[in-house]
């Protein structure tokens, strides 16, 4: 099976504006979730998308956003970047059957803010 | 609230010894799960093992080794015969029931090999 890709690899953009990645899971995987990591907070859980609802979210600013499709695909989106948003952003797959279940990771979408 | 604790912040060791990657959690549910992942430069994280709070059976695969203690609240993580390979990060997370394919993880830590 292929695993979780991730488009793009990296971003490079500016203050104030806002980007979209993009995340396709391993087929067969209901569940999405995003992760953001930082030198400084270590790995932070974003949010989790199942069958196209959210079903749990971490602390972040309402510019974190995400969304998943009917094929389980996801993006998520930050509006109105700031300098801290800089960070290597994960996504994950899993079956989503129970909330135990083992996560894959994609390579990461690595956003740099200037 | 779940709380993963990994006090090695970076590990040196010289090909083929033994290092072992300490991991301490906190959590209020009774049934959980642990996981190590490992962080190549490449940036992915590599899934290694996972573990229930009910199994405390060590568990071995090739030259990794892990050791549950469900009294001491730790799950550590032993690579026998080190490689140069085996540089990375390695992180230990958590789940739990009570909320839906969450990790909580650790700061990580770096281990260095040399040749």
């Known amino acids: 099976k292929a695993g979780v890709t991730q488009t793009p690899r990296y971003l490079i953009k500016t203050r104030g504006q806002q980007v979209t990645l993009s995340c396709s899971p391993i087929?067969?995987?209901?569940?999405v979730s995003w992760y953001q990591q930082t030198p400084g907070q270590g790995l932070q859980f974003l949010f989790e998308?199942?069958?196209?609802?959210?079903?749990n979210k971490g602390n972040f600013p309402g510019r974190f956003s995400g969304r998943q499709f009917s094929n389980s695909r996801s993006e998520m989106n930050v509006s109105t970047l700031e300098l801290g948003d800089s960070a290597l952003y994960l996504c994950?797959?899993?079956?989503?059957?129970?909330?135990?279940?083992?996560?894959?990771f994609g390579p990461g979408t690595r956003l740099t803010v200037l | 609230a779940q709380k993963v604790t990994q006090a090695q912040t970076e590990i040196s060791v010289v090909e083929k010894e033994d290092v072992t990657l300490d991991c301490v959690y906190e959590?209020?549910?009774?049934?959980?799960?642990l996981f190590w992942y490992k962080q190549p430069p490449s940036g992915e994280l590599v899934f290694l093992i996972r573990?229930?709070?009910?199994?405390?059976q060590n568990e071995i695969s090739g030259r990794y080794s892990w050791n549950f203690q469900k009294s001491t609240s730790s799950f550590n993580f032993t690579i026998t015969a080190s490689q140069v390979v085996d540089s990375a990060v390695y992180f230990c997370?958590?789940?739990?029931?009570?909320?839906?394919?969450?990790?909580?993880f650790g700061k990580g830590t770096m281990l260095l090999v040399s040749p």
């Open positions: 998308y199942f069958s196209e609802t959210q079903r």
């Open positions: 573990r229930n709070s009910f199994d405390e």
């Open positions: 959590t209020r549910d009774t049934t959980y799960y």
């Open positions: 087929s067969g995987h209901r569940s």
């Open positions: 994950a797959s899993s079956a989503g059957d129970s909330s135990t279940d083992t996560q894959y």
């Open positions: 997370a958590l789940s739990g029931v009570s909320g839906y394919s969450t990790l909580t």
